[in-house]
């Protein structure tokens, strides 16, 4: 019997399968490295340094992938968390706040991140930058907030923008206009890792550069990059050496992610002497929040699930409403001494979440993400804290904007708040149309922002326009058909309406 054939036949033994895919893995493995090597070879002296840590630990993590198959939960082992793990909200509060709060705050940090661009709402540059109430934007806001609480408590509680190579250039420029502000303002990058090929698992990129051609061929992974970013910048270093403790970790567009004393002063003085390394803030889901991550018990430890890691068997029983009652915020409080801790030792473990795209020409990527509210098993007495609804304000549509915008809330040093006048307890579902996903068009389609304080429900679909000082009341929907326009005339109450069909208001 020859060679090749006894290869042959121990490779379609089981064992030998196992054996041949480890084979083709260490294969990939290598080329994937010579493919790096090459591109590193391409970064001018000053570029070296940081782009060779970036191509390490996208090596890093393409092995892990390699390495991991199918789903990275195990269903049957998942379980609710027990009662003591998350903590109701009203609970921290009622504790109060201590006479020393000033040394409280002067232990926080608070890190923004501002990876994101605003493509999705039609926006060119960071999507920070968006206008979003009285023409401030959502890095205004956030230097508002913080700049009120070192004021009023006679502290010096930094901000730091987590940026990515999209958004780095544009926010720095912005800067300089906080230069009287009293908040210090750090930066610094997210790492820069290489799309690779579905089909050949090979980088696309060929050089270092991010222009040109190369434009798509990178991409941030994610912010569960977080962790090895902010050590690697030595800001972790310097903070701790500053005598910081906690960061308080959430989305730049997240506008009810403000600093909460009552948590801060938790996790500074436990009740039962014991600090959590990492506090995850959940709140109730409700229909519209049914994808979110949620807290589990997996194997004794709090874990985050998200719905990519669920078997397709189980993602409705994932989705129910009765049964994964909350859903995470990411709103982070953490440890600035166990991130270095667990950094050093390697030992912060997130799950790959695999993104594909169509890259403009064609070709189809993928890239390895990870999410920062995974490491949460990784730290030590964690909890989860259910707060309020109204910590939770995200803007990643023209319709949360258009809520925002709104007089359901209030502005006040950087902090929205919902209108006292206001009597139902939950905001408005809104739902605006494909003409309205663009913020210039959104704009040009309100003459001045509806009074929304009884409204309901909001569909909007179509060529629609609204007039001066219009009022929303109950559950309103319009919808103009192709072809057809809708002008809802200054001054007009629409209360439990439906408007369809055509209705054009010309001057003359």
């Known amino acids: 019997m020859s060679r090749f054939v006894q290869d042959l036949s121990k490779a379609m033994s089981q064992d030998g399968a196992s054996q041949f895919q480890e084979v083709i893995r260490q294969e990939l493995e290598l080329s994937v490295k010579k493919e790096l090597e090459k591109i590193l070879t391409t970064a001018s002296s000053h570029e070296f340094e940081h782009t060779k840590k970036d191509l390490d630990g996208f090596r890093k993590l393409f092995h892990r992938f390699l390495q991991e198959k199918g789903p990275s939960v195990d269903w049957g082992k998942i379980q609710r968390p027990p009662e003591d793990s998350i903590q109701p909200y009203e609970k921290i509060k009622a504790r109060g706040l201590p006479d020393n709060i000033s040394s409280v705050l002067n232990k926080l940090v608070v890190v923004k991140l501002n990876g ?52 780095d250039e544009d926010t ?28 050949s698992l090979l980088p696309v990129a060929k050089d270092v550069s991010y222009s040109g051609e190369n434009t798509e061929a990178w991409y941030p992974p994610g912010h569960g990059d977080i962790y090895a970013s902010f050590y690697n910048s030595g800001l972790l270093d310097t903070f701790i050496g500053e005598g910081k403790e906690y960061i308080f970790v959430s989305n730049i567009d997240n506008l009810g992610a403000t600093v909460d004393l009552y948590i801060l002063n938790h996790l500074m003085n436990p009740p039962n002497g014991k600090r959590c390394e990492f506090v995850m803030e959940v709140t109730n889901k409700t229909r519209a929040d049914v994808k979110g991550g949620t807290l589990t018990q997996y194997e004794g430890k709090l874990r985050l699930v998200e719905i990519a890691q669920v078997p397709k068997a189980h993602v409705d029983e994932f989705k129910s409403v009765s049964k994964f009652k909350i859903f995470n915020t990411n709103n982070l409080w ?25 890259l403009d020409g064609g070709l189809n990527v993928i890239q390895l993400e990870t999410a920062v509210g995974a490491a949460i098993k990784s730290f030590e007495n964690s909890l989860g804290i259910n707060v309020p609804r109204s910590r939770f304000l995200p803007v990643k549509t023209t319709s949360d904007l258009l809520l925002v915008m709104s007089n359901l809330y209030s502005l006040n040093a950087g902090s929205l708040t919902m209108s006292e006048k206001r009597e139902l307890p939950t905001v408005p579902l809104v739902k605006l149309g494909s003409s309205f996903t663009k913020v210039q068009d959104y704009l040009r389609r309100f003459e001045s922002i509806p009074d929304m304080l009884e409204l309901d429900h909001l569909t909007v679909s179509g060529d629609v326009t609204f007039g001066k000082n219009v009022s929303l009341k109950g559950t309103v ?25 055509n209705l054009r208001i010309l001057d003359h």
């Open 116 to 167: 994101g661009l605003g493509t999705s709402m039609g926006c060119k540059g960071p999507k920070s930058l968006i206008g979003v109430r009285n023409e401030n934007t959502f890095l205004d806001l956030t230097v508002q907030q913080i700049e009120h609480l070192n004021k009023t408590y006679n502290t010096d509680v930094p901000l730091v923008l987590m940026n990515s190579f999209n958004t």
């Open 172 to 199: 720095k420029k912005i800067l300089q206009k906080y230069n009287h502000c009293r908040v210090k303002i750090y930066t610094f990058n997210q790492s820069r890792y290489p799309r690779i090929n579905k089909e």
């Open 334 to 358: 953490i440890s600035l001494a166990a991130v270095k801790r667990l950094q050093e030792q390697n030992a912060i473990d997130m799950e790959i979440i695999v993104n594909a795209k169509t």
């Open 477 to 501: 929907i319009i919808i103009a058909n192709h072809g057809d326009r809708i002008d809802i005339p200054p001054g007009a109450v629409l209360e439990n309406k439906i408007v369809s069909g």
